[in-house]
Antibody, heavy 118, light 110 residues
């Protein structure tokens, strides 16, 4: 069964960093990109950026440039998203998704709630 | 990149058909056939329902269909069922080499 298993809920203070993990099972990890999408409470999804797992190149949303890093460990089939210098408006559910191309996200993780609060 | 425009809510009775619109610009919806639609039930992750304007993934009901005209894409659900009650989001590839989502439409089955 194709699944993306994400790390658990995080609570962080403003200015801190968070690193969310996403372990892929049931498919060839290096054959698909991984895209990260976040969703603030009561809001629509927001594209954060994506990574070609095979080549390692990334494409980040302009508003997150300089604060976000996406990586992948092909030995453990796990993708990571690190967001630094957290602010209160970074409070959201963070999803990893499998991206087969054509701006399509066909498999979603269960989401990781990240709360930023002092 | 501004969010795509969707109606905040639509409703219909069981068995009826409804259509949700998704309006963008020539730099996103109108410029590419890379429009997707997602269904999201409360507390759950979004689920892909339509890709590349009108492609239905395996396992998605034939009651769901997508189309596009100019800068506006549409999702039609025929034969409404209670289980279709959810939030629906469109998304599109953009000329900025990014993806933009719509603000979402809450579907109520009366």
């Amino acid at each position: 069964q194709i699944q993306l298993m994400q790390s658990e809920t995080e609570v962080k203070k403003p200015g801190a960093s968070v690193k969310v993990s996403c372990k892929a099972t049931g498919y060839t990890f290096t054959s698909y990109d991984i895209t990260w999408v976040r969703q603030a409470p009561g809001q629509g999804p927001e594209w954060m950026g994506g990574m070609n797992v095979n080549r390692g190149n990334t494409n980040y949303a302009q508003k997150l440039q300089g604060r976000v890093t996406m990586t992948a460990d092909t030995s453990t089939n796990t993708a990571y998203m690190e967001l630094r210098n957290l602010r209160s408006d970074d409070t959201a559910v963070y999803y990893c998704t499998r991206d087969p191309g054509a701006a399509t996200f066909d498999i979603w993780g269960h989401g990781t709630m990240v709360t930023v609060s002092s | 990149q501004s969010a795509l425009t969707q109606p905040a809510s639509v409703s219909g009775s069981p068995g009826q058909s409804i259509t949700i619109s998704c309006t963008g610009t020539s730099t996103d919806v109108g410029g590419y056939n890379y429009v997707s639609w997602y269904q999201q039930h409360p507390g759950r992750a979004p689920k892909l329902m339509i890709s590349e304007v009108s492609n239905r993934p395996s396992g998605v009901s034939h009651r769901f269909s997508g189309s596009k005209s100019g800068n506006t894409a549409s999702l039609t659900i025929s034969g409404l069922q209670a289980e279709d009650e959810a939030d629906y989001y469109c998304s599109s590839y953009t000329s900025s080499i990014s993806v933009v989502f719509g603000g979402g439409t809450k579907l109520t089955v009366l």
